[in-house]
Nanobody, 116 residues
Framework: VQLQASGGGVVETGGSLKLSCTASEATRGIHSVAWYRQPPGEQRSFVAG???????HYTPSVEGRFTFSRDDAKNTIHLQMDSLKPEDTAVYYC???????????WGQGTQVTVSS
């Protein structure tokens, strides 16, 4: 499975961006999908995602500002990011964990830069 992320860019504080991540094929079994981010000089961390039981989770710093969604017909997940802050600046990665095979997959990353 290959994941292709897109939608990053440069935006001013308070602006919005919508990230998308499309998988090359559908995952039929139990799986989870998520967005992670890695700010400059920091480790990659969880942002938002849907776990294997179908529940949606957000890291507290983006709760109420970011919205995770998925379009299974298009094998695509989205991350709508509103009220962006400079601390949201990072490379954003999409992730897919296929519990049937035990494999995890990552997109190539898309840069989000929020100017102050």
């Amino acid at each position: 499975v290959q994941l292709q992320a897109s939608g990053g860019g440069v935006v001013e504080t308070g602006g919005s961006l919508k990230l998308s991540c499309t998988a090359s094929e559908a995952t039929r079994g139990i799986h989870s999908v998520a967005w992670y981010r890695q700010p400059p000089g920091e480790q990659r961390s969880f942002v938002a995602g849907i776990s294997s039981d179908g529940s949606t989770h957000y890291t507290p710093s983006v709760e109420g500002r970011f919205t995770f969604s998925r379009d299974d017909a298009k094998n695509t997940i989205h991350l709508q990011m509103d009220s962006l802050k400079p601390e949201d600046t990072a490379v954003y990665y999409c992730s897919l964990v296929d519990y049937a095979s035990g494999n995890d997959y990552w997109g190539q990353g898309t840069q989000v830069t929020v100017s102050s």
